[in-house]
């Protein structure tokens, strides 16, 4: 089997089977300590992710970049002496402003226990597996971890008076990856020693830091909607916001494949072929488009239905924002595409440059989203933030490299119009038949229209 082939089942099914983890752990907790502590949970992961970004300063994708090309196994070395040094600060500083700036205690010692996985994270050598394209180790350790985490979530978080057991939880299931990998990465090296080490911190930061900004700025976008809503607003809002995103980010295991795979294999593919690499992200756009269109137009057309089955009726308030926030998939994943693309063939400062736009866009509409519109606002805020930000994406990658619009586009919109025409006059039934009824309708017409063709799959089937 080609080794793009296996890559694709590893992350695929891994992720698939992560993310079906974690959406049970996101259900049980929403359901079990109610809106409010929802929302504070969900408050330490965002610091988390903030903090994470922060002390990682692009090492990580810099890391995969490098082994990718064929760095030496030495590098692990370096970048872990820098990620243990600047992940001791993150948490000091998370620590300190917690303790002094939190008025809400509870939310303040969830903050500080979510971040103790700064360390962990620290020697987590996933990056190092990618840049290899050696993904079934990845997958593995993704998936044992999230088992972990669920489970002691269903052995010790009985009700909202467990609350701090969920942040030790998601420690546990961390560190349980983290040593699956390393150790894993012993046995492959076994002349590997760590030695820290930090003459080359300079070095690494200077090539390393364009493209971390890039990151650091899109995870600030992402995550500033639930950080705002709980200064701005209430914990309770937080939880409304957090339980449609979490079904957004259920969906983005697209998203996380696509740039897991196409990463290390774009950088490769631009230093043979420049106009290959233009080939294989002319059809990634293709299946993009061909995946999220008829799960934005279904998912606004049936969130009614599929948030309160999910959830219970006490999240009723986040249908709306459901509806807005499911269009998130769609220019994400195209923006995550022509990202991939400028990284791959050097454009750090491009894609930074781009990235500083899109943190200011996405700090001024959620803020003033939140202001006029509550809730509401915030997700219209990330909506729209990304779809401009995509824009700008695509117009400075298209500058660089020619990337047309992929043959048989008018023919998926309109099988993906028809599919929705059918799911809006249909009564009402149960949501798997919607859902299977309006798939059927869409995959019939697509292949009537020819807008995707048997050898086309059986083509991309050979290519991986």
Same mark, same amino acid.
């Given at each position: 089997?080609?080794?793009?082939?296996?890559?694709?089942?590893?992350?695929?099914?891994?992720?698939?089977?992560?993310?079906?983890?974690?959406?049970?752990?996101?259900?049980?907790?929403?359901?079990?300590?109610?809106?409010?502590?929802?929302?504070?949970?969900?408050?330490?992961?965002?610091?988390?992710?903030?903090?994470?970004?922060?002390?990682?300063?692009?090492?990580?994708?810099?890391?995969?970049?490098?082994?990718?090309?064929?760095?030496?196994?030495?590098?692990?070395?370096?970048?872990?002496?820098?990620?243990?040094?600047?992940?001791?600060?993150?948490?000091?500083?998370?620590?300190?402003?917690?303790?002094?700036?939190?008025?809400?205690?509870?939310?303040?010692?969830?903050?500080?226990?979510?971040?103790?996985?700064?360390?962990?994270?620290?020697?987590?050598?996933?990056?190092?597996?990618?840049?290899?394209?050696?993904?079934?180790?990845?997958?593995?350790?993704?998936?044992?971890?999230?088992?972990?985490?669920?489970?002691?979530?269903?052995?010790?978080?009985?009700?909202?008076?467990?609350?701090?057991?969920?942040?030790?939880?998601?420690?546990? #299931?961390?560190? $349980? +990856?983290?040593? &699956?990998?390393?150790?894993?990465?012993? !046995?492959?090296?076994?002349?590997?020693?760590? @030695? %820290?080490?930090?003459?080359?911190?300079?070095?690494?930061?200077?090539?390393?830091?364009?493209?971390?900004?890039?990151?650091?700025?899109?995870?600030?976008?992402?995550?500033?909607?639930?950080?705002?809503?709980?200064?701005?607003?209430?914990?309770?809002?937080?939880?409304?916001?957090?339980?449609?995103?979490?079904?957004?980010?259920?969906?983005?295991?697209?998203?996380?494949?696509?740039?897991?795979?196409?990463?290390?294999?774009?950088?490769?593919?631009?230093?043979?072929?420049?106009?290959?690499?233009?080939?294989?992200?002319?059809?990634?756009?293709?299946?993009?488009?061909?995946?999220?269109?008829?799960?934005?137009?279904? #998912?606004?057309? $049936? +969130?009614?239905? &599929?948030?309160?089955?999910?959830?219970? !009726?006490?999240?009723?308030?986040?249908?709306? @924002? %459901?509806?807005?926030?499911?269009?998130?998939?769609?220019?994400?994943?195209?923006?995550?595409?022509?990202?991939?693309?400028?990284?791959?063939?050097?454009?750090?400062?491009?894609?930074?440059?781009?990235?500083?736009?899109?943190?200011?866009?996405?700090?001024?509409?959620?803020?003033?989203?939140?202001?006029?519109?509550?809730?509401?606002?915030?997700?219209?805020?990330?909506?729209?933030?990304?779809?401009?930000?995509?824009?700008?994406?695509?117009?400075?990658?298209?500058?660089?490299?020619?990337?047309?619009?992929?043959?048989?586009?008018?023919?998926?919109?309109?099988?993906?119009?028809?599919?929705?025409?059918?799911?809006?006059?249909?009564?009402?039934?149960?949501?798997?038949?919607?859902?299977?009824?309006?798939?059927?309708?869409?995959?019939?017409?697509?292949?009537?229209?020819?807008?995707?063709?048997?050898?086309?799959?059986?083509?991309?089937?050979?290519?991986?």
């Amino acid at each position: 089997m080609k080794r793009f082939s296996q890559n694709f089942l590893s992350i695929i099914s891994s992720d698939i089977g992560r993310r079906l983890l974690g959406f049970l752990a996101v259900t049980y907790l929403a359901r079990t300590v109610g809106t409010a502590n929802f929302g504070a949970i969900n408050v330490g992961f965002t610091v988390l992710s903030y903090a994470l970004m922060a002390s990682s300063g692009g090492l990580n994708s810099f890391g995969t970049r490098s082994v990718a090309q064929g760095a030496l196994p030495t590098i692990v070395n370096d970048i872990l002496s820098v990620r243990l040094i600047t992940s001791s600060l993150s948490f000091g500083i998370v620590a300190f402003i917690a303790f002094y700036f939190v008025p809400n205690k509870l939310t303040a010692t969830l903050i500080v226990l979510f971040n103790v996985s700064l360390f962990v994270q620290a020697v987590l050598l996933e990056w190092y597996f990618q840049g290899r394209e050696e993904m079934t180790m990845i997958g593995f350790s993704r998936v044992a971890s999230a088992v972990l985490y669920l489970f002691l979530l269903l052995l010790v978080v009985q009700s909202a008076e467990n609350l701090l057991w969920v942040a030790l939880a998601s420690v546990a #299931g961390d560190t $349980l +990856a983290a040593a &699956i990998l390393y150790f894993t990465f012993k !046995r492959k090296q076994s002349d590997f020693h760590f @030695i %820290f080490n930090l003459s080359r911190w300079k070095s690494l930061f200077i090539e390393a830091f364009p493209i971390g900004l890039g990151s650091m700025m899109a995870h600030f976008s992402v995550n500033l909607a639930p950080l705002a809503l709980g200064i701005l607003m209430t914990n309770s809002d937080v939880g409304i916001y957090s339980a449609a995103s979490k079904l957004i980010f259920f969906l983005l295991m697209f998203d996380r494949v696509l740039s897991t795979l196409l990463l290390p294999a774009s950088s490769r593919l631009h230093i043979y072929s420049p106009d290959q690499l233009s080939r294989v992200l002319s059809t990634a756009m293709k299946w993009i488009i061909l995946i999220a269109l008829p799960v934005c137009i279904g #998912g606004t057309l $049936l +969130a009614d239905t &599929i948030v309160p089955l999910v959830y219970g !009726r006490q999240y009723l308030p986040a249908v709306d @924002i %459901f509806r807005i926030l499911i269009w998130y998939l769609l220019f994400t994943m195209l923006h995550t595409m022509y990202s991939i693309g400028l990284l791959a063939i050097g454009k750090e400062k491009i894609y930074s440059k781009v990235m500083v736009i899109s943190m200011m866009l996405y700090g001024g509409t959620i803020i003033l989203g939140i202001m006029f519109f509550g809730v509401a606002g915030a997700a219209l805020g990330v909506m729209v933030s990304e779809f401009v930000t995509l824009c700008l994406m695509r117009l400075e990658f298209e500058r660089l490299v020619t990337l047309s619009l992929p043959e048989g586009t008018a023919n998926v919109v309109a099988a993906t119009l028809l599919m929705g025409v059918v799911l809006l006059v249909l009564p009402s039934i149960h949501i798997v038949l919607s859902i299977l009824i309006g798939s059927t309708i869409y995959f019939v017409t697509l292949f009537a229209t020819r807008a995707i063709t048997f050898e086309e799959i059986t083509t991309l089937l050979r290519r991986v």
